[in-house]
């Protein structure tokens, strides 16, 4: 479009030009034409001042006689600067020598009237009248030959005249379909795709962050407001999903604390009481009653101030600790519990009360009878940038059906203490990754449960 706007330019400039030379042209030959006739007129009137001066005798006529032989002298001057009259030249130059020699005669003229010299004067006088005749004939003649031959020169400028109509008409509709496909482009490449974005401004006002039917093949600045766009769209898609995951921590922190404190009468009473049994336990010298108490104490304490914070690993196994003694009290020599434990991978933080559920459902479901040993197995070791954490035992195991409901956070599981789909809700949300737990058991072959705790999480719920 810019390569054909720009050669119909041009074409323009050329007519336009041509056009203008010619009615230069045009403009200098009738002014010659118009200084011929002016010529013709004033030797006329010259003539006539003549007759009457040496008539009448009047120095009006005197004065008017001397200015036209001052304007004739004037004409004689500026012929030999008259270019355009090309087939004439001749001729010209002949209307030169004879506007000489008229001027010659009149002067003589009148000068042998003002010697009163009747025969000379009058002789001069017949002889200026001729010359004036003779005058006049030539520019009408110079006029007429003139004419004749810039006929096709009138041609030239009437046809270029016309061409220059048409062109101008041309570039006149030529301009409006321009304009008309100009709009069109603007349309489909501007208006249009700003139209397709508002209207997906306004899904994404009511909630629909699907932002995957816009193009983002343009490389122009639309093309770069409509990738700013995508990514906005992605962003507000992120951050909601992060606060109701923010929502949804919050959410199961308050359970927690709920079920925490439906527990618990009167928490201060009840330490008070436990560090009461416990002194006279040791007064009494039954030290393993004493270690019962502080034990139990402990982790009470433990799960009234940890509820909502996050802690240590290493806080986690030490409360797993104190929670087997009671356990390994209870049941004595019926389990058997091992740790292998690295220490480098016990200062990663997590949710707290996540490895206590687990275990609990060992005691609650998984011991077989009185009969059997129970062996619990707790191995924590580093892999693959996560801090692996397995709770191994041999109990009676769980069904692949158990296992689904289970990790299918959706379902309610009852039975399960604050629950292992609690834990798995928690460490999902907070780790944000939903690879945090696998259930490997079948039945009556035991359970491992391994927790994936990422070494750097992707983002920290407050």
């Not at 009138?154 to 109509?165: A, G, P, R, W, Y």
């Not at 019962?292 to 996050?310: A, D, F, G, I």
Request: hydrophobic share 40%.
């Amino acid at each position: 479009m810019i390569i054909f706007s720009a050669f119909f330019n041009g074409l323009m400039f050329i007519i336009y030009y041509n056009f203008t030379q010619h009615l230069d042209n045009y403009e200098m030959i009738l002014r010659s034409f118009v200084r011929m006739n002016d010529i013709a007129n004033t030797v006329e009137a010259t003539q006539s001042s003549l007759n009457q001066y040496l008539s009448r005798g009047y120095e009006k006529d005197r004065d008017d006689l001397t200015a036209g032989l001052r304007l004739l002298n004037d004409y004689a001057a500026t012929m030999e600067q008259e270019t355009f009259l090309h087939n004439s030249q001749f001729q010209l130059l002949q209307l030169t020598h004879l506007l000489d020699r008229f001027q010659q005669e009149v002067e003589v003229s009148v000068t042998y009237y003002d010697r009163q010299e009747i025969d000379a004067y009058t002789a001069h006088y017949d002889e200026s009248f001729k010359l004036a005749g003779f005058i006049m004939d030539n520019t009408r003649n110079i006029t007429s030959s003139e004419l004749t031959s810039y006929r096709e020169q009138f041609v030239k400028i009437t046809e270029s005249k016309h061409l220059f109509q048409i062109m101008g008409r041309t570039m006149f509709f030529v301009s409006i379909v321009i304009s008309i496909l100009y709009s069109l482009f603007i349309f489909h490449g501007v208006s249009l795709p700003l139209r397709k974005l508002a209207a997906r401004s306004r899904k994404i006002s009511s909630g629909d962050f699907n932002v995957s039917d816009i193009s983002l093949e343009r490389k122009d600045e639309i093309g770069e407001l409509m990738a700013a766009y995508v990514v906005m769209g992605h962003n507000i898609e992120r951050l909601l999903r992060e606060v109701k995951s923010q929502e949804e921590y919050k959410r199961l922190l308050q359970e927690m604390e709920l079920k925490a404190l439906q527990s618990q009468m009167n928490p201060h009473f009840l330490f008070n009481t436990l560090n009461i049994i416990s002194r006279l336990a040791f007064m009494e010298k039954a030290y393993k009653t004493e270690d019962l108490m502080m034990n139990l104490s402990k982790l009470l304490r433990y799960h009234l101030k940890k509820v909502e914070s996050r802690v240590t690993l290493r806080e986690e196994l030490d409360i797993i600790h104190k929670y087997l003694y009671i356990q390994k009290v209870r049941f004595q020599d019926q389990i058997d519990i091992q740790f292998e434990v690295d220490e480098a991978c016990l200062d990663i933080e997590m949710p707290s009360l996540t490895l206590q559920p687990i275990v609990e459902n060992i005691f609650v479901h998984g011991i077989q009878s009185a009969e059997t040993i129970t062996r619990i197995r707790i191995h924590i070791y580093r892999d693959e940038g996560c801090e692996k954490i397995e709770i191994h035992d041999n109990g009676a195991g769980m069904s692949r059906e158990t296992i689904e409901r289970l990790l299918n956070v959706n379902s309610e599981s009852y039975g399960l203490g604050l629950g292992i789909q609690n834990v798995i809700r928690r460490l999902r949300i907070f780790y944000q990754t939903s690879d945090v737990i696998s259930i490997h058991s079948e039945m009556g072959s035991g359970t491992c449960i391994r927790l994936n705790l990422p070494r750097h999480r992707h983002y920290q719920i407050v």
